[in-house]
């Protein structure tokens, strides 16, 4: 036969063979079913790893009908394969007759032997997916086509070599592993990679002993030593064991530092390690399956490239042994690294700081602008007071005091905006000053740091809020009139002003309202007017000796074009002879303010169409009303 039919036949062939393969399957109909065979106790840590990833693949590709899954274990790292075989094989058979399973998938090399030995019996035309399995092995065990899988690639060596480069002094090595038929082979592969090491290592073998004689043995090693520690699965006095639960137990004790190649002992005690991913096991074997499952054939798919580990550290543990990062390889990987405040709050910092500059700069441009106003205040008087004769000098004068006037307004708008400020900066810099006492301190209490940058972050939020009221301010064209809900912005103003009411010893309660219209309002603008009339109400009753020190903000809709706010307290009230006058500019009932708030909280009201008024409160106390309009959407 000639070369070029023969090749055109073999390709007919496998493609006859692959549509008969993807055929059988779909003629079996919707149900798709996934056996895991364990060869040891399914809730070992290395098996749960590997398992979550297996399913969390096969699950995330599914189309139509939902894979079924069977999980079974041969729990052989405890019991002797010839002692159950033949019990689990009869129990398997009855098991599963009748039910047609797709796909087996073995962890470990004990459960590959199995399905290899008894697919026939038990799955018969199940395709066997493996994982975990030393790819060194593979050769030795004869798979058949129909097997395929992802081996595992197990570097005893390099994790030797990784621990040498970090202990490079070191002239002594302990290996660790107990009895079980997996710490036998582990050990071989151990061994085999000692080779290299010959005459250059003093090799100690702390193999077959009790779990209590091999913590014991460990502990009475000196600090120059390095620890191997490879399985313990059964002790030598035949104690079924979790490796895991034995390394916690040795590192414990150990003055040497210990290095493992499990990616479950991370955490656990080893310094580093060459480690394969379990994750990356799991996920590869199941994209094998979901493949077989689509009906690609499993004699195509074949033998997938092994599972290479990896150089992971445990950074707690480097930090332990004084060991630095940049004598790890430059590819490795280092886990449970411990981020400094900066790392976590690198960009709340540097905000804070951006907008602590940015309100320096405006207050210093203010008391300049207040500087200079007092400056043309005296010129004016200067200049008054030597043409003060002369009648158009006068005209002239009057012009130009009514434009002075205006500006001593802006001068007194300016300093009532800085002591709106300060509040905020003042607060910023206590938190700061307590955050920095705390790092230099070394003070390890990370959620009152994360409460401190938190309080630092809001403060820095209200301080730019205010700047930007400031230039809403300044132009009439700056309000926009957006459609809002009234109750979220009510709620954001009363925690802005719980600093001050916790240091004030007062309360401010709201209740909440559902289902009220919006309105047609500039969040910024509004929400500086309830700071202004809230901190007007504190002012009040602090300074009352009533013991009932809150003040209540409501809501409500008093016709189909309105809303309106309250603000109710039971401090002192108005003076009735005053009342006329609360909100002319430069107006103040107490020592301590500027008496800007009511004439810009005024301002601010008309320009959204709405009115804004004082009542008397008849309990004794105030109430401040403003009304906004109702948005039409």
């Not at 700061?432 to 401190?452: F, S, T, W, Y």
């Not at 309830?530 to 901190?535: A, E, G, K, Y």
């Not at 109710?568 to 303010?593: K, M």
Request: hydrophobic share 45%; net charge neutral.
């Amino acid at each position: 036969m000639q070369p070029s039919l023969r090749f055109v036949m073999m390709i007919a062939l496998s493609i006859v063979s692959m549509t008969a393969f993807a055929q059988a399957r779909d003629s079996e109909g919707a149900a798709r079913r996934v056996v895991i065979l364990n060869a040891a106790d399914p809730y070992l840590p290395a098996f749960l790893a590997l398992d979550r990833s297996l399913r969390e693949a096969i699950t995330r590709a599914e189309h139509g009908a939902p894979t079924e899954f069977y999980a079974e274990t041969l729990d052989m790292f405890r019991f002797p394969q010839t002692l159950l075989a033949e019990d689990i094989v009869a129990l398997l058979r009855k098991k599963y007759r009748g039910l047609k399973v797709d796909v087996v998938v073995a962890a470990g090399s004990i459960a590959l032997d199995f399905a290899q030995r008894y697919r026939a019996e038990i799955w018969p035309g199940a395709a066997i997916v493996f994982h975990s399995v030393p790819v060194t092995s593979l050769e030795r065990r004869g798979l058949d086509p129909h097997t395929i899988g992802v081996p595992v690639r197990l570097e005893f060596g390099q994790t030797l070599d990784l621990a040498l480069r970090l202990r490079p002094a070191t002239r002594r090595v302990a290996i660790v592993a107990g009895i079980a038929e997996p710490d036998s082979g582990h050990l071989s592969l151990m061994q085999a990679s000692l080779e290299h090491y010959a005459g250059r290592l003093e090799i100690q073998y702390l193999v077959g002993l009790t779990l209590a004689e091999t913590v014991a043995a460990v502990g009475a090693l000196p600090s120059d030593v390095i620890v191997l520690y490879l399985t313990m699965f059964r002790d030598g006095a035949g104690i079924p064991l979790v490796p895991r639960d034995v390394l916690t137990r040795i590192a414990a004790v150990s003055r040497a530092p210990v290095f493992g190649m499990f990616e479950t002992y991370l955490g656990h005690g080893i310094v580093a390690g060459s480690i394969a991913s379990y994750g990356e096991q799991g996920r590869r074997a199941g994209e094998l399956v979901v493949r077989v499952l689509n009906g690609e054939d499993p004699s195509v798919i074949g033998i997938q490239a092994p599972a290479t580990p990896h150089c992971i550290a445990d950074w707690q543990q480097l930090r332990r042994l004084g060991i630095a990062e940049n004598q790890l390889p430059t590819d490795c990987e280092i886990r449970f690294k411990e981020a400094t405040a900066w790392d976590h709050y690198y960009w709340q910092i540097l905000t804070a700081l951006a907008v602590i500059l940015a309100q320096t700069t405006l207050i210093i441009t203010l008391m300049l602008n207040r500087r200079r106003l007092r400056q043309a205040q005296t010129a004016l008087q200067d200049e008054y007071g030597r043409r003060s004769q002369a009648e158009t000098t006068a005209a002239h004068l009057r012009g130009r005091l009514a434009r002075f006037s205006k500006e001593r307004s802006l001068g007194a708008m300016a300093t009532a905006i800085s002591h709106e400020i300060n509040q905020p900066l003042t607060a910023i810099q206590n938190y700061a000053q307590a955050a920095k006492r705390r790092l230099q301190n070394n003070v390890d209490d990370k959620p009152k740091l994360i409460e401190l940058f938190a309080k630092i972050e809001e403060q820095s939020e209200r301080a730019g809020a205010i700047t930007q009221r400031v230039r809403s301010l300044v132009s009439a064209s700056d309000v926009q009139l957006l459609p809002m809900s009234l109750c979220p912005l009510v709620e954001e103003v009363i925690r802005m002003m719980e600093p001050e009411t916790e240091y004030r010893k007062c309360r401010i309660t709201c209740e909440p309202v559902n289902n009220l219209p919006a309105v047609l309002a500039d969040p910024l603008q509004v929400q500086l007017v309830l700071v202004n009339l809230l901190q007007n109400s504190i002012r009040s009753i602090c300074s009352n000796e009533r013991y009932d020190k809150w003040i209540s903000v409501a809501m409500d809709s008093i016709n189909d074009r309105e809303m309106q706010v309250s603000v109710t307290d039971r401090g002192h009230g108005v003076p009735l002879d005053r009342v006329a006058d609360i909100f002319e500019p430069l107006y103040s009932g107490t020592s301590s303010s500027m008496g800007m708030g009511l004439a810009i909280s005024q301002a601010i009201i008309d320009a959204h169409g709405g009115r804004l008024w004082y009542e008397p409160n008849p309990a004794g106390g105030a109430i401040f009303r403003f009304t906004l309009r109702r948005s039409s959407s």
